[in-house]
Nanobody, 125 residues
Framework: QLQLVESGGGLVQPGGSLRLSCAAS?????????IAWFRQAPGKERERISC????????NYADSVKGRFTISRDNAKNTVYLQMSSLKAEDTAVYYC?????????????????WGQGTQVTVSS
């Protein structure tokens, strides 16, 4: 079974940057999956913030992060990244990567069948 592991979270000051990584367990290639990043803050619903398709590699972003976050693949490293810049306090959340067997990014969270355990991102002075 595919397992996903996130890394790269931590404490950062407002305006700073972090790069999150999503890696697959041995024997699986993330190139075969559409990969999305979600986040969930305390008391808030889980929201999809970015996605990269398995087909042509198209990307999309939530309005809340558009222009500040970038999702990308490095197939040689079998890793998907989320580069986060100009971080704000409201970006504080647990960030998850998730995989789906769809050519395009599904709209519903239930369509993502594989999830990492999450990595904490805290933006604070």
């Amino acid at each position: 079974q595919l397992q996903l592991v996130e890394s790269g979270g931590g404490l950062v000051q407002p305006g700073g940057s972090l790069r999150l990584s999503c890696a697959a367990s041995s024997g699986y290639t993330l190139d075969y999956y559409t990969i999305a990043w979600f986040r969930q803050a305390p008391g808030k619903e889980r929201e999809r913030i970015s996605c990269i398709s398995r087909s042509v590699g198209s990307t999309n972003y939530a309005d809340s992060v558009k222009g500040r976050f970038t999702i990308s693949r490095d197939n040689a490293k079998n890793t998907v990244y989320l580069q986060m810049s100009s971080l704000k306090a409201e970006d504080t959340a647990v960030y998850y990567c998730a995989a789906a067997l769809y050519d395009r990014c599904p709209a519903y969270v239930g369509s993502y069948n594989y999830w990492g355990q999450g990595t904490q991102v805290t933006v604070s002075s």
